[in-house]
């Protein structure tokens, strides 16, 4: 099925998760049953083809089950390709006596793990990777789009990044997009899980990352920044840009001094509270339950007393390493840090990468 000039070139195989179905909205667990698609599913099929209408691609070949063949009919509706070929090998795993339960209900009834008429995983992995080299084989040196399942698609990326990623680790999207490319006998996946919007627009996603507070608070820290000034203007001129009215300052017992500096400077333009590390006088034996001598530091203290003080913006001030994790975790108010406990290079870690 191939020609002789296909035999160099490589293969690339997209591989496709079928869209929704009324069993994957439930929750049900979803194999051999042939479950059709429902609305949202379709319109994740015609989302998915959206990736392939730019580029060329020759063959579609899909599993049996219906919410796959639709799935497939879809896409190769959108980008005129006539034929879709059927492929038993890629059909989904057989969950046995599993199938269409609910994840308590497979917990309840299964607690073992052990499932009557499961398909073993390593006869599924063996399977989908015959599979796979069959269509490899078949349509060598061709633009392949496969439609098939989860559990299937999963064993494949399992296989080939060698349990790096795919079965036990990667929950596949409905209608993502997994692509592989073969030559000269390595396989390479280029990517995998991924839907059309975020291959075409890779933006939208980080977009999603933020809240509309946080584009706020990004705008300000980008009009804020003050060239040639020094850290402690910058964080003057964005609590003024932010409306900040309360600021913390959460220092360590061995720089009295220095916050005090600070203290001041903040307080020409703002209500500062400022608490030490040894605040609650906490014995360390007590607190770590060890025969630790002395006072313990407290950064959760520290938070809860400038939460107690209602702060708008902490200032993490030479606190120790790991104390100043737990006093960013505790912070009520959102934490900037102006000074790092370094024994060696008197606070200033940098001077570790100077030349």
Not at 221 to 226: C, E, P, T
Not at 252 to 273: D, I, Q, S, Y
Request: net charge neutral; charged share 30%.
């Amino acid at each position: 099925m191939y020609s002789k000039d296909s035999v160099n070139l490589p293969t690339t195989i997209c591989i496709i998760r079928h869209g929704e179905t009324d069993w994957n909205s439930l929750g049900k667990l979803q194999g051999r049953e042939d479950i059709q698609l429902n609305e949202l599913g379709r319109a994740q099929a015609l989302e998915t083809s959206r990736y392939f209408e730019s580029e060329h691609w020759d063959i579609i070949v899909s599993s049996p089950l219906k919410r796959a063949y639709e799935t497939a009919q879809i896409i190769a509706s959108r980008i005129s390709i006539p034929t879709v070929h059927i492929m038993d090998e890629i059909i989904e795993r057989s969950y046995g006596e599993a199938s269409g339960l609910l994840p308590e209900e497979r917990r309840s009834r299964f607690p073992d793990g052990i499932i009557p008429g499961q398909e073993e995983f390593e006869t599924l992995r063996q399977r989908a990777m015959v599979g796979l080299e069959k269509i490899a084989h078949d349509y060598r040196g061709k633009r392949i789009i496969v439609i098939s399942h989860g559990g299937l698609t999963n064993s494949i990326l399992y296989s080939l990044s060698g349990g790096e990623f795919g079965s036990f680790k990667t929950r596949l999207k409905n209608g993502c997009i997994n692509k592989i490319i073969t030559e000269n006998n390595t396989w390479l996946v280029e990517f995998y899980n991924k839907t059309t919007e975020e291959l075409l627009n890779p933006m939208e996603k980080q977009k999603r990352l933020y809240t509309e507070a946080d584009i706020k608070y990004m705008r300000i820290a980008d009009r804020s920044m003050m060239p040639g000034k020094n850290r402690v203007d910058e964080i003057i001129n964005y609590a003024e840009m932010a409306g900040i009215k309360r600021i913390g300052i959460a220092n360590c017992v061995g720089m009295p001094k220095e916050a005090a500096k600070l203290k001041a400077r903040l307080a020409e333009k703002f209500e500062v509270f400022s608490v030490d590390c040894k605040v609650g006088k906490i014995k360390s034996s007590e607190l770590l339950n060890d025969d630790s001598k002395g006072t313990s530091c407290n950064p959760a203290g520290q938070a809860a007393y400038l939460a107690e003080n209602h702060t708008e913006l902490n200032i993490s001030f030479g606190l120790c390493m790991g104390h100043d994790i737990i006093f960013n975790q505790k912070s009520k108010a959102p934490v900037t840090t102006l000074i790092v406990k370094d024994r060696e290079h008197k606070h200033n870690p940098y001077k570790e990468f100077e030349d």
